[in-house]
């Protein structure tokens, strides 16, 4: 082992948690850009400019300077001065970095049948030492395929969505009475940071759309079970990063400190969900002995075992990765740090961060917000009641979730195996290397879009079909047969919020400045913002 990668060894030894988030080594000066290429014109893979050769020199000076924490403003900064396609190195892993949406388009014409990403190589170890079932997020080839194609009509389909869309709608509901009446004690105004109460919608949510039941996290006095869930889920996603760079075996057969925190949070998460599904299963069981089961949604746990075409370690297997998607993917996108995957996230990943960024960036742009709240109003006198028709009436409320996800992508990279060589911006890219979309930059360039900076829903509802690529613009959920599995839970759960405070509150901040992000395996505010809310 050389004496960086040591170096880094030794760094995970020490650290119980990453000492902030993911940075990188200041780019190399551009050796590469200008290169002769063969006969046809093509260049080398080789040619492509890139960031420095030694991946434990960079990650060692990552490491040193912080930058984990700060990954998708250098991803930004390295474009900048090293053109639309980079290549990298950190620690053991070696990619190559785009962000215009011709390439990506490029990109998903070779991903083959079977798309490829990454393997979470902390997750799988964990499995493999505790001689659990893998979930879709830690297959590949056709063992993925068969287990996610089963999943998709349970979460994907639009007959699914029809069926889980009133549990989502009950929950947003719930949370508006909950945080109205707070309001209302408060004198008719409230000025808090809502993450905490958001954390917890998208927990409530997705619960009961994964369990068909609900954890009662709105009432007074939590449940110390739901708390310690949620604790365990932010350690495990607080402890990911680091270890996706290290050589997760060595450090759990030395017993590492930060491989132990590792290991005991995602032990609870399993503990956890396998009381959740015994509950399901026995509830199913007894409904179907006594005769009484009826047509009533029993949540997608029921669904599955209901079908029987899972069994019942692969259930588990996949609801606990769902269940924790469904926590800091109530904050997160089961993502990859610092190739953060957007592709493994589920229900909230796209849920409680991204809600945080949607109520600033609605307080702080007032014109928009009424905007907004007058067609979700129209739309829902309209549908009487109907979630799914008063969802289809706002199309600037879908539209100011893709520009919040445009704008403060949750995962910050999109990963996928070409199956054959490609040619990504006059380079040759071997079969097999792994390309990852960069998000943060390609929401914010102006090379992709008008006026990047402006948080506009609207620009959404233009037509840009002539344009190369134009349909790979909006990535937050991937893309193709790999995309999210949780995207129309996640989806429409922070629509359906977002309607129902809209039809509440007035919401305001007192300062309109950006906010600060940083990468903790998720993109999030720096500082979550204090968002007042005002009873209408």
Not at 119 to 124: C, F, R, Y
């Amino acid at each position: 082992m050389s004496k960086a990668a040591g170096a880094c060894v030794r760094a995970g030894l020490r650290l119980g948690a990453p000492s902030r988030a993911l940075a990188v080594a200041v780019p190399a000066p551009g050796e590469g850009r200008r290169g002769a290429g063969g006969e046809d014109g093509v260049r080398s893979f080789q040619e492509i400019p890139h960031t420095g050769r030694s991946g434990w020199i960079n990650l060692v000076q990552v490491w040193r300077e912080d930058g984990f924490r700060l990954l998708h403003k250098r991803m930004e900064r390295t474009f900048q001065n090293l053109g639309p396609i980079y290549r990298e190195k950190l620690g053991t892993q070696s990619s190559v970095n785009i962000m215009l949406p011709g390439d990506v388009a490029q990109l998903y014409r070779s991903e083959g049948p079977y798309p490829r990403r990454m393997i979470l190589q902390p997750w799988a170890t964990h499995r493999e030492t505790r001689q659990h079932s893998k979930g879709i997020f830690l297959k590949n080839g056709e063992e993925w395929r068969s287990d996610r194609l089963l999943l998709n009509k349970e979460v994907m389909v639009s007959a699914a969505v029809r069926r889980f869309l009133p549990l989502l709608d009950q929950v947003a509901r719930d949370f508006c009475r909950m945080l109205g009446d707070r309001v209302e004690a408060a004198g008719g105004g409230l000025t808090l940071d809502p993450s905490p109460d958001l954390f917890r919608f998208a927990l409530e949510a997705s619960c009961h759309v994964l369990y068909g039941e609900r954890v009662g996290l709105f009432s007074s006095s939590p449940s110390l079970e739901s708390e310690k869930f949620i604790m365990a889920v932010e350690r495990m996603l607080a402890t990911t990063p680091p270890l996706l760079y290290l050589p997760t075996s060595l450090l759990e057969r030395v017993g590492a400190s930060l491989w132990t925190q590792h290991a005991a949070a995602w032990d609870h998460i399993f503990s956890q969900a396998e009381s959740s599904i015994q509950r399901g299963f026995r509830r199913l069981s007894s409904e179907m002995a006594a005769g009484t089961k009826t047509d009533q949604y029993s949540g997608v746990l029921g669904q599955l075992l209901e079908k029987g075409q899972l069994s019942q370690d692969l259930i588990k297997a996949n609801i606990t990765e769902l269940m924790a998607g469904a926590v800091d993917t109530v904050s997160v996108g089961l993502c990859v740090c610092g190739f953060v995957c957007v592709d493994v996230v589920l229900p909230c990943p796209q849920t409680a961060v991204p809600l945080q960024f949607a109520l600033f960036e609605l307080s702080r742009n007032v014109d928009v917000q009424d905007s907004v709240r007058q067609q979700v109003k129209a739309s829902w006198a309209q549908a009487g009641g109907d979630p799914h028709k008063a969802l289809q009436g706002a199309p600037l409320l879908k539209g100011t979730v893709k520009e919040i996800l445009r704008l403060y992508p949750v995962g910050i990279a999109v990963q996928r195996y070409p199956v054959r060589d490609i040619i990504l911006h006059n380079y040759k890219v071997p079969a097999g290397t792994m390309v990852q979309v960069c998000l943060y930059p390609l929401g914010r360039s102006a090379e992709v879009f008008d006026k990047p900076l402006t948080f506009d829903p609207g620009r959404w509802g233009v037509e840009r079909g002539g344009e190369e690529g134009a349909g790979f613009r909006s990535l937050a959920f991937g893309f193709g047969a790999r995309q999210c599995v949780g995207r129309r839970i996640a989806d429409n759960e922070i629509q359906l919020c977002l309607m129902h405070i809209l039809l509440n509150f007035h919401l305001s901040v007192s300062s309109s400045q950006d906010l600060d992000t940083k990468v903790t395996l998720i993109l999030q505010p720096e500082t979550p913002p204090r968002i007042t809310f005002r009873k209408i």
